[in-house]
Each structure stands twice: as structure tokens, then as C-alpha cells.
């Protein structure tokens, strides 16, 4: 595939995207939510395509993330009109100031011009990818997972219909059928792609970041913690972990790894394992719980999984201390909470845990952007730089400096 045709209409759509007015963002995003709900027997038709070759390919728990019901396309919809009335971030002052020469000096949020997104199964994604590249005044060029082939067509169809009437079609395009090759080509696209964003396993953000040559923001790969204190509230506790484990196991918020201290294990453990085991959850630990429990084995690498299923470790652990070093040595910067009615070692946790998202007496299933008050989001980026944590329209303009003189010149 030759991807120079889709960098030069992203570029050019990316010119008028900027020009946009509000108003006229919010009218084009409220018009594809309009058209996704009477569109939703045609979408439902061509995703049940995608499910049905994901059954043949034996695909298991992603399906959940792969498949789209009317229920869920009407909750895309509705996404899609809360972030037409967020607060348009562009053109934006943010900081102003006269300077003792006269030089008036303003730092003002703008687009960041045409930004590429990867990512894998769920179809969701395109739609939101794409509004809130809209929203932001930007272009955007989405290459989603071959799974999610025929859902990811047909959304795009209908967004680029809306779109053609206000002559932007070509701000979202799907970059599809694409190659290895093409993937790496647009990796190293310096100068056409102006932010990449990966979403997805570690194994495609990891070949993201060591090939791209392009700025990116890393987003998605997740081995998320709960340590359960001796304080803990044990009734709390269970409902907290059985909502984080089983709310959705597809999805990188979920609960991998419960983390328990000794002192509360032999009253927990009894009346959490039995409701987690009605889900299907199979638990995996050491030996010598596996003697008094129905546990799977520990294997190697139980403590370093993103299970995506309905799977958990679990790890006994003699302090606060313990599950610190456990949690920094084997998380992933994403989501970690701490279950416990010691105000003190709530404090040290929440400072000391260096993830993106760190939770008090709460379930980590609250790390999404709708949650967070940000509607619809690109993903939840583990780095540090421009975004971290549950990331959508600020983190998808840039600034410049605007300088208003009259006449001056530097001595």
C-alpha cells in the first residue's frame, strides 16, 4: 500500500479541520452521533462478520471487546454527543503577558495537525479516535486491528459520509488492508505524522516505541494491583475486587494481581474466593494456599500477565512494605489501589505507588476517561511526558507562542 496519498489529504483536511469554528465541531459531532444510531442495524450486521471469523479464530475473551450490540452503539453514540459539548480546548489562552518592552506575548493552544492511531479489536475505538480528533481540530489516520476489520469499515463509512458534507471527509481515514510493511512505514513517517498513539498489548506498544520515529504517546498495556490491608473493611473489600475483576475482563483497567495482607488473608480470602469463583475466575498462587484452596498453579510469569480473562495471581504479603516492592517491581505504571482504613498507609501508598492512576477504597474500573469527566478518551497513557493517565482532548493540541509588537527590535 502506498500510504502518500492518505499523509497528503490528512495534511490538507488537517488545514481545515484547524479552521473549524466550535460551533461547527460540535454540529458535525452531534450529526455522526445522530447517524450511528440510524445506522445501527448496518453496523450490527458488519460486526457480526467480525464475530464470527473471531469465533472460527477461537479468540476468546477479546470477543467481548470485539463485539457491538445495539445497546453499545447507542453508548457510542451518546459518547459522541458528550464530547461534542466539552470545552473546546483550541485557540485557548493559557498564558498572557505584557512584556516592560511592549511586547504583548500570549501561549495558545492549537491543533496538532494530523495524528495516526494503532490499535487492536475494539471497534469503539475508531469512533472515538476519531471525534476527538475532530474535536480538537485535528486530522486523523486509524489503523485498527484485523479482527475489527469489517466494524472499523463500515463506522468509518459513516463518519466520512458526515463529514463530506462539510468537505473533510479525508480528516479521519482508515488505513485499511495495511501491511507490516505499511505499519513500519508509517512509524517512521517524520513530518507527516505529527503524534502516533498505540493502544493496545504490550507486544504492539512495545514494537511501536522502539521503531517509531514519530513523537507517540504509549498507551494501554497494564498489570494492575490491589493490595487489600489489614484494616480493610472486608465487606468493601470484596465488593471493591469483584467489581475490578469481573466488570469487564477484556478491557486494561481490570484487576490482575490482588495483593493481601497476612493478618486479613484468613478472613478474606473465604468470603471473596466463592463469589469470584461464580464468575469463572480461576485463581492463581503458591503452594501453600493451593492446600487449602481449589488454586491454579503460579507459574513464572503469573505476576508480570495482563490476564484480559478471567484469571487473577494472588500473592499473601507481610506489610505495606512488601506490596510496594511487590508493585514496583512487576506493575506497569497503569492503575493500583490500596483497600484500607489506615489513613497513614493510604497517604504513603497513593505517594509513593508510581503509576498513572493510583486509587484509595476504590475500584480501579474508574481509570477511563468517561469516568474521569474527559467523555470519550484516546487511552490511558503510562508516561510521563505531555499525558499520563486517562488522556483525550488537551493532550491533543500543542501550544505556540503568538507576539504582538509594535515596531520593536532587540537591541
Known amino acids: 500500500m502506498n500510504l502518500s496519498p492518505f499523509f497528503s489529504a490528512a495534511k490538507a483536511a488537517s488545514k481545515k479541520t484547524a479552521r473549524l469554528l466550535s460551533l461547527q465541531k460540535t454540529e458535525i459531532l452531534l450529526t455522526i452521533a445522530e447517524k450511528l444510531k440510524s445506522s445501527s442495524a448496518e453496523i450490527v450486521a458488519e460486526n457480526a462478520k467480525d464475530i464470527t471469523e473471531g469465533e472460527r479464530k477461537n479468540l476468546g475473551s477479546m470477543l467481548d471487546r470485539l463485539l457491538l450490540t445495539p445497546d453499545r452503539i447507542l453508548a457510542m453514540a451518546q459518547d459522541v454527543q458528550k464530547v ?33 492511531m494503532i490499535y487492536e479489536s475494539r471497534p469503539n475505538v475508531t469512533v472515538d479516535a476519531a471525534v476527538l480528533a475532530l474535536k480538537s481540530g485535528n486530522a486523523i489516520l486509524l489503523k485498527g486491528g484485523k479482527e475489527a476489520a469489517f466494524s472499523n469499515r463500515v463506522l468509518v463509512k459513516i463518519m466520512r459520509e458526515v463529514l463530506a458534507d462539510y468537505g473533510i471527509e479525508d480528516a479521519v481515514q482508515l ?9 513500519e512505514a508509517l512509524l517512521k513517517a517524520k513530518g507527516k505524522i505529527d503524534l502516533l498513539i498505540p ?68 478472613k478474606l480470602l473465604p468470603i471473596l474466593i466463592p463469589e469470584l469463583e461464580k464468575f469463572g475466575v480461576e485463581t492463581h498462587c503458591n503452594a501453600s494456599l493451593r492446600e487449602t ?7 513464572e510469569h503469573d505476576f508480570d500477565t495482563e490476564w484480559l480473562d478471567y484469571k487473577m495471581s494472588l500473592r499473601i504479603v507481610k506489610d505495606l512494605d512488601e506490596a510496594l516492592d511487590h508493585i514496583e517491581a512487576h506493575s506497569l505504571g497503569h492503575s493500583e489501589s490500596i483497600i484500607t482504613e489506615n489513613p497513614e498507609n493510604a497517604d504513603r501508598f497513593l505517594r509513593e505507588v508510581d503509576s498513572a492512576c493510583v486509587y484509595h477504597n476504590s475500584s480501579t474500573a474508574f481509570s477511563d476517561g468517561g469516568e474521569f469527566g474527559l467523555g470519550a478518551e484516546m487511552g490511558i497513557s503510562t508516561q510521563k511526558l505531555h499525558a499520563r493517565g486517562p488522556f483525550a482532548l488537551e493532550a491533543l493540541t500543542s501550544t505556540k507562542w503568538v507576539v504582538r509588537g509594535k515596531g520593536q527590535v532587540r537591541g
Open 84 to 116: 461534542a459539548h466539552l470545552h473546546d480546548f483550541v485557540g485557548e489562552i493559557i498564558a498572557e503577558e505584557t512584556r516592560p518592552n511592549g511586547l504583548g506575548i500570549q501561549k495558545v493552544r492549537v491543533p496538532m495537525g494530523v495524528i495516526a
Open 199 to 266: 493502544r493496545g498489548g504490550k507486544g504492539l506498544i512495545d514494537f511501536v516505541t522502539q521503531n517509531a520515529q514519530v513523537p507517540v504517546i504509549e498507551t494501554g498495556a497494564s498489570v494492575v494491583h490491589t493490595f487489600v490491608d489489614a484494616s480493610a473493611n472486608l465487606e468493601m473489600a470484596k465488593n471493591i475486587i469483584i467489581n475490578e475483576k469481573t466488570r469487564r475482563v477484556s478491557v486494561c483497567n481490570a484487576l490482575d494481581t490482588l495483593l493481601v495482607h497476612e493478618d486479613i488473608a484468613e
Open 293 to 299: 484452596q481449589n488454586f491454579a498453579s503460579l507459574q
Open 175 to 183: 488505513l485499511d488492508n495495511a501491511t507490516r510493511e505499511d505499519t
